[in-house]
């Protein structure tokens, strides 16, 4: 434990060696969070490691060994197996827990949460739990939150275009690997016969991801739906974060050789009319969103919004009712981190103000 101010709140950053874990560290130092003591915890096997903060060299402490004793707020990104037994335990000694995991997203006792949609859902958190949404569902909400409030959000169609690193730094080694593989082999291969390049057996992605989309993530659900979890959890989140339990969704995820930030195609149906016009002059003052001609994972990469645009009139939908559009987003920064650090700051305002 480090004494960062005199004032502010305890905080702990489970999973704090992990590539989340150094961009939600990077994030408490950009937001001026109110720290008074600061804690970084990971398995046994980072143990030891010294990090930085703000000139203060901090020691990784082993989670199982930690006490867990007067922290206020803990932010883990260790996986779900991982939270399933430390955050109620975390919980327990005291601490408010925000979970970047799937464990408890659909929890009927855990808020989920997207700061800039339904930060209200954090007045009362019975387990001292809150979950991180997703992040293909990080990325749609802060656009659909406004979309909804004026025009009533009734159906959603989703392709996601999901970067690598999103499939934590083995997948971000495999595209690199492949990437590798094929330029050594010649453009004249890859360019006229991608089929004959000798690429590495896959080693996290289910296919080769270089140069390539797989419209494969996650493990497929048996329900007999045929759709994998990744893709569920867009329609189930955003019924829970939006309040609207019957919202009809489909999404399909298709993981792409890009390194960071994922790109959604999405189709929404309203029971009001709406233009792209309209939703224009609502997404252009909507906090977390960023209007832009042609939004690409690149413009995204590294910032916090959702950047939006090819707002057009979706042609499939009777009348004004329906808009097609592509949101980019970093899934690392906003996906991940970002949100967390958001959800930590209207705790501390919340249940801590007298700290602060």
């Known amino acids: 434990m480090v004494q960062i101010n005199d004032k502010g709140v305890n905080v702990a950053v489970l999973g704090a060696t992990g590539q ?3 961009v939600m560290r990077r994030v408490l130092d950009e937001r001026d969070f109110p720290i008074n003591d600061l804690r970084f915890m990971a398995s046994a096997h980072s143990a030891g490691t010294m990090l930085n903060w703000r000139g203060h ?5 082993d989670v199982e060994r930690a006490d867990l004793s007067g922290i206020d707020i803990a932010i883990f990104s260790a996986g779900g197996g991982t939270s399933k037994v430390w955050a109620p335990r975390f ?14 997203r659909m929890d009927d006792d855990v808020p989920l949460v997207v700061a800039e949609a339904n930060p209200d859902d954090l007045d009362d958190v019975p387990r001292r739990i809150v979950a991180n949404p997703n992040c293909t569902t990080m990325a749609c909400i ?6 909804d409030a004026h025009f ?14 999103g499939a934590g730094r083995a997948g971000v080694e495999q595209l690199m690997n492949e990437a590798r593989a094929a330029v050594d082999q010649g453009a004249d291969k890859l360019v006229f016969d991608g089929s004959a390049i000798d690429f590495p057996e896959p080693t996290k992605v289910a296919r080769t991801i270089a140069f390539n989309a797989v419209p494969f993530i996650g493990a497929v659900v048996d329900d007999g739906s045929e ?9 189930n989140e955003s019924r829970k974060i939006l309040h609207l339990p019957h919202l009809a969704a489909s999404c399909t995820c298709v993981r ?15 029971e009001r009319d709406v233009t792209p016009d309209m939703a224009r002059g609502v997404l252009g003052g909507a906090p977390g969103v960023m209007l832009a001609d042609i939004p690409t994972p690149q413009l995204a990469a590294g910032k916090d919004p959702s950047f939006v645009g090819r707002i057009r009139q979706d042609q499939a939908v009777d009348g004004n009712k329906g808009l097609a559009f592509f949101i980019a987003n970093d899934n690392l920064r906003k996906g991940a981190a970002l949100n967390a650090v958001e ?9 801590f103000a007298e700290r602060l």
């Not at 919980?91 to 408890?104: M, R, T």
């Not at 009533?152 to 690193?165: D, E, H, M, N, T």
């Not at 792409?256 to 189709?267: A, D, E, L, R, Y």
């Open 343 to 351: 959800i930590a700051e209207i705790i501390a305002a919340k249940h």
């Open 227 to 235: 759709e994998t979890d990744e893709e569920q959890k867009l329609r």
């Open 256 to 270: 792409v050789g890009v390194f960071t930030s994922h790109g959604m195609s999405v189709n929404a149906e309203f």
């Open 20 to 22: 989340v874990g150094m």
């Open 91 to 104: 919980a327990k000694a005291g601490a408010y827990v925000v979970d970047n995991s799937s464990q408890w």
């Open 152 to 165: 009533g959000l009734r159906r959603l169609i989703v392709s996601s275009y999901q970067a690598v690193s």
């Open 57 to 61: 060299d901090i020691e990784v402490e």
């Open 142 to 147: 802060p656009v659909l939150k406004p979309l």
